[in-house]
Antibody, heavy 125, light 107 residues
Framework: EVQLLESGGDLVQPGGSLRLSCAAS????????MTWVRQAPGKGLEWVSGIGGSGDITYYADSVKGRFTISRDNSKNTLFLQMNSLRGEDTAVYYC??????????????????WGQGTPVTVSS | DIQMTQSPSSLSASVGDRVTITCRASQSISDSLNWYQHKPGKAPKLLIYVASNLQSGVPSRFSGSGSGTDFTLTVSSVQPEDFATYYC?????????FGGGTKVEIK
């Protein structure tokens, strides 16, 4: 059974940093692209970043480009999101998700068939 | 970036009603359109991928159609467990983008 478990969410001050993790199990992790999606309070889903299966391809939303870095450790089946220079508008529940199998599994441009339960990030002084 | 516009933003329906949600892309995205269901405090759930493909385990009352710029999610007979927010997402090009969501509420 595919499982995705996010961790690392916390209360952090504006300008601070946080590293989110997503532990994956139940599938060949390196064979699939992964993504981070967030939902701010009272708002809809917002795509944040995606990474290819080997980590060679990364994409970012304009709202986080230059501040967030996505990475993965395929030996530990773990996805990361390093968040720097955090702002109030980064307050959200952050979800990791696994790419679906239609098309090229390792291409981060795709759809997402399994999601974690999310980890909350609050940026406030 | 490709903008995704969903309508309506909310709707009220009774159990057994037919519900239709539309999603429009700011440019042609072929059939690269996916639909998700999201309930508060839960993980989003994939319903339809590549415009019209039903995800495994999703009830057949859900269906998707469309291509190019205009897409539709239909629930043929809404059940109590279907009251949630629905999002479309384009997978044509990065950055990936979601529609604003459609909240389906009980009438």
């Amino acid at each position: 059974e595919v499982q995705l478990l996010e961790s690392g969410g916390d209360l952090v001050q504006p300008g601070g940093s946080l590293r989110l993790s997503c532990a994956a199990s139940g599938f060949t992790f390196s064979g699939y692209a992964m993504t981070w999606v967030r939902q701010a309070p009272g708002k809809g889903l917002e795509w944040v970043s995606g990474i290819g299966g080997s980590g060679d391809i990364t994409y970012y939303a304009d709202s986080v480009k230059g501040r967030f870095t996505i990475s993965r450790d395929n030996s530990k089946n773990t996805l990361f999101l390093q968040m720097n220079s955090l702002r109030g508008e980064d307050t959200a529940v952050y979800y990791c998700a696994k790419r679906g199998s239609r098309g090229t599994n390792t291409n981060p441009v795709g759809y997402f068939d399994r999601w974690g339960q999310g980890t909350p990030v609050t940026v406030s002084s | 970036d490709i903008q995704m516009t969903q309508s309506p933003s909310s709707l009220s329906a009774s159990v057994g009603d037919r519900v239709t949600i539309t999603c429009r892309a700011s440019q042609s995205i072929s059939d690269s359109l996916n639909w998700y269901q999201h309930k508060p405090g839960k993980a989003p759930k994939l319903l339809i991928y590549v415009a019209s493909n039903l995800q495994s385990g999703v009830p057949s009352r859900f269906s998707g159609s469309g291509s190019g710029t205009d897409f539709t999610l239909t629930v043929s007979s809404v059940q109590p467990e279907d009251f949630a927010t629905y999002y479309c997402q384009q997978s044509y090009s990065a950055p990936l983008t979601f529609g604003g969501g459609t909240k389906v509420e009980i009438k």
